[in-house]
Nanobody
Framework: DVQLQASGGGLVQTGGFLRLSCAGS????????IGWFRQAPGKERERVSC?????????GYARSVKGRFTISRDNAKNMVYLQMNSLKPEDTAVYYC??????????????WGQGTQVTVSS
């Protein structure tokens, strides 16, 4: 069975830090780009960060988190991490990871994991 599980959320004060983890199983994890998304109450889901698959590791960040968040992956463990520093109340949201694959023929597949709640108190 395919599983994608986000964990590591919690309650932290402004300026604090958390490290989220995304664990994948049941698929070729290293072939998938992994993204972190978040959704705050009443708002649309937004992409926070992403990291490419194993062929050439590149990463990207939303403007709102650039310089504070760092994404990394360990394909040997089928894990992707999101280190979140200098947290702000506006970072409060449910965070999700997703795994995205597309081959040269245009075949696509996407998996979503369950979210983990991040709450930043002011």
């Amino acid at each position: 069975d395919v599983q994608l599980q986000a964990s590591g959320g919690g309650l932290v004060q402004t300026g604090g830090f958390l490290r989220l983890s995304c664990a994948g199983s049941g698929f070729n994890f290293e072939d998938y780009a992994i993204g972190w998304f978040r959704q705050a109450p009443g708002k649309e889901r937004e992409r926070v960060s992403c990291i490419s698959s194993h062929e050439s590791i590149t990463s990207g960040y939303a403007r709102s988190v650039k310089g504070r968040f760092t994404i990394s992956r360990d394909n040997a463990k089928n894990m992707v991490y999101l280190q979140m520093n200098s947290l702000k109340p506006e970072d409060t949201a449910v965070y999700y990871c997703n795994a995205d694959y597309e081959d040269d023929m245009g075949y696509k597949r996407t998996y979503w994991g369950q979210g983990t709640q991040v709450t930043v108190s002011s």
